[in-house]
């Protein structure tokens, strides 16, 4: 139906009858009076002949100061993109939809709008006319900005409060920091994008702050001083209660070697937390960036919540700490006393009968009422252990701890701090006092197996102990007293060791009171069906496999094999077979033995060696034989050793064993 024009008089569109009007014309008359959509009309030379209020406004100029007025002097340089567009419309005669930002004239911030060109073809079809529409959207661009910024910044929250649940979580779960250290700062690291992350606590006895924990993963290896002193940025924050930041140049106001090394590393910003607690502060929780102002104000916030965390997760573990080593004397020594008590009889784990075994066992009836040392040698695999044991319960000492000691199970740093116990804050990581094995002894029998891998720094410490009974913790000058008796035991020959200058002779003569040598497993070969048959019952029974015999062709080749391992190689075979056992008699995969004859000869075809060292030597290789030369894992070489996989490498070392002795060529 025909639309009517409109009712302000004056008629902008110029047309015969509504009849007459295009559908551009139709639509222009429709909207021309619209307080929402913006309507212009250009004539070819992009001149105005009719704009509405509200464009008029939108490009705030009076309605009356557009007409006759081309769209470069109404919009100035915004002409520039408009042209163009209206160009196409006249040269194409079709319309074109655009939106576009920009400042006009008459503004100060940028606008947004959508725009639609519309030709206006005259009754011989030709455009002479162009209906600009306009609808403003700036208000709703604002909007959606707002929004995004308020989403964004809400996102940034959800994830800072994640992180800190995950944090919480994860310090939950394990109070040992130096585990647990490394998760937390990966999961601040997704927050704050920080390059290196620590905690230093506070030494009661120095005041200083040594770092306990860091994670670097950039690290360039220059940060190497431990212990911050007062002039550093981590004692300044500890000492005002308050995080801080600092940057490279007040980082370099700092004269330490804690702050040249973290300048070294290429640091450029610095976050220092306190961790407090209501019975005091515990230390500085310290995070770094190679990035310049990586942190903020805002951000303290976040970081004051994390150490809130790490400090009560601390002191719980300190306080457990505390608690621990109050019962830890109590707890070792009910320890060692409910292994004894499981022990039926003086012997009744020592498996045989022949003359050799019990001139050992007559040695150990005779030496064990009185205090003396005793020093048991024999190879590894004999039962030396076993016979320590049993010197404990035949002496007056039953009754007290029966304290054991690998030497050689220990690294060097730490088997004095095993042996003698520490002060809290002796040496770095010392967080609390321990009690040394020595102490835990008294009143019964320590037991220091592979007493010749003790280094000689340590060695003098020893001799004290057997000489006087005393000695002090390691950062303590308080002496000691104890009333143990000494057990040694040993698979190497000391003499060749004082030889060597690596066993004091004193050291030798004091421990050698008495010796006891085990004699290996080939100079007692009629106890081997003995044992045999005790290894199997034991094993049978605890895996439940219906095992009644064993075949004398296979009793007869194990009672000749020489059994370079000893006991300890003949258990493991057994517990071997009556895994591969399926019925009642025994499989032993005796094929394993021949991989190594019984009484082969020594190096180029010379007499056998029978030395203790040759010996270890040859179970060894035919350990790291079984294993496929696998050394850790709980079928690895170690495992089987009863060894740590360190202490395997240093003895592989030592005797010269390498891949071509068990892996061949």
């Not at 008089?9 to 559908?23: C, M």
């Not at 070489?637 to 202490?647: F, S």
Request: proline share 6%; with cysteine; aromatic share 4%.
């Amino acid at each position: 139906m025909p639309v009517d024009p409109p009712s302000s008089g004056v008629n902008p569109i110029p047309f015969a009858s509504p009849e007459a009007l295009t559908d551009p014309e139709k639509l222009l008359a429709a909207y021309f009076s619209s307080s929402d959509v913006g309507l212009g009309i250009l004539d070819s030379n992009l001149r105005v002949l009719a704009v509405n209020q509200t464009l008029a406004e939108i490009n705030g100029i009076p309605a009356a100061d557009h007409l006759g007025k081309t769209l470069r002097e109404i919009l100035g340089e915004f002409a520039d993109v408009l042209e163009p567009k209206l160009q196409r419309v006249l040269a194409t005669h079709e319309p074109v939809n655009f939106e576009i930002s920009n400042t006009l004239p008459t503004r100060t911030e940028p606008g947004h709008w959508i725009a639609h060109y519309l030709p206006i073809p005259d009754a011989t079809g030709a455009v002479t006319r162009i209906a600009a529409i306009v609808v403003e959207i700036t208000a709703r661009k604002k909007l959606e900005e707002s929004l995004h910024h308020v989403g964004a910044k809400l996102r940034k929250e959800m994830d800072r409060l994640q992180m800190l649940l995950d944090v919480s979580a994860i310090m939950a779960s394990n109070w040992n920091l130096h585990q647990v250290f490394p998760q937390v700062s990966a999961r601040i690291r997704r927050v704050l994008r920080q390059e290196y992350a620590g905690v230093e606590l506070q030494d009661a006895s120095t005041g200083l702050l040594v770092r306990q924990v860091q994670d670097f993963p950039l690290g360039k290896g220059l940060l190497s001083a431990a212990a911050s002193p007062s002039n550093s940025p981590e004692a300044r924050s500890l000492r005002e209660r308050s995080p801080l930041i600092f940057s490279k140049e007040q980082i370099q106001d700092f004269e330490s070697d804690v702050t040249k090394g973290f300048l070294a590393e290429g640091l450029r910003s610095l976050c220092c937390v306190p961790l407090l607690r209501p019975r005091g502060p515990l230390g500085v929780f310290v995070l770094g960036s190679t990035r310049k102002n990586a942190f903020h104000p805002e951000d303290l916030t976040l970081l004051n919540q994390v150490a809130a965390q790490l400090a009560v997760a601390i002191e719980n573990h300190l306080t457990a700490t505390e608690i621990d080593d109050l019962k830890e004397r109590l707890a070792v020594e009910r320890k060692y006393l409910e292994s004894e008590i499981r022990s039926e009889g003086h012997f009744s784990e020592i498996v045989g009968d022949s003359p050799a075994l019990r001139r050992v066992l007559d040695q150990v009836v005779t030496v064990a009422p009185s205090d003396a040392t005793v020093l048991i040698l024999g190879e590894t695999g004999t039962g030396k252990e076993l016979i320590a044991r049993a010197l404990h319960r035949l002496s007056g000492r039953r009754d007290g701890p029966f304290i054991k000691v690998n030497c050689a199970a220990i690294p060097t740093g730490l088997l004095e701090s095993e042996l003698f116990g520490h002060e809290k804050g002796a040496f770095t990581g010392a967080i609390s006092q321990k009690i040394g094995r020595m102490e835990l002894a008294h009143g019964g029998t320590l037991f220091l197996d592979e007493i010749g891998e003790i280094s000689l720094e340590l060695q003098p410490k020893l001799l004290r102990v057997l000489q006087d009974q005393e000695f002090e913790r390691l950062g303590s000058n308080r002496t000691i007293k104890v009333d143990l008796r000494l057990v040694a035991a040993t698979n190497r020959d000391l003499a060749k060791s004082m030889e060597l200058h690596e066993f004091r002779s004193d050291l030798f003569y004091r421990l050698s009171v008495f010796p006891i040598r085990m004699p290996p497993l080939r100079e007692r070969r009629e106890d081997v069906p003995l044992l045999i048959r005790y290894f199997v019952l034991k094993y049978a029974k605890r895996m439940g496999r219906p095992i009644e015999t064993v075949p004398k062709e296979t009793m007869k080749a194990l009672s000749e094999w020489s059994w370079p391992g000893n006991v300890r190689e003949l258990e493991n075979l057994m517990e071997r077979s009556v895994i591969l056992s399926d019925g009642t008699a025994l499989h032993v995969p005796l094929s394993e033995l021949k991989r190594e004859p019984p009484g082969h000869g020594g190096p180029h075809g010379g007499p056998p060696d029978h030395s203790l060292d040759n010996a270890e030597r040859e179970h060894i290789i035919r350990v790291l034989r079984e294993t496929g030369g696998a050394l850790s894992g709980p079928d690895g070489a170690a495992h089987r050793l009863g060894l740590k996989r360190t202490t395997l490498q240093s003895k592989m070392q030592r005797l010269k064993i390498t891949r071509r002795d068990y892996l061949g060529s």
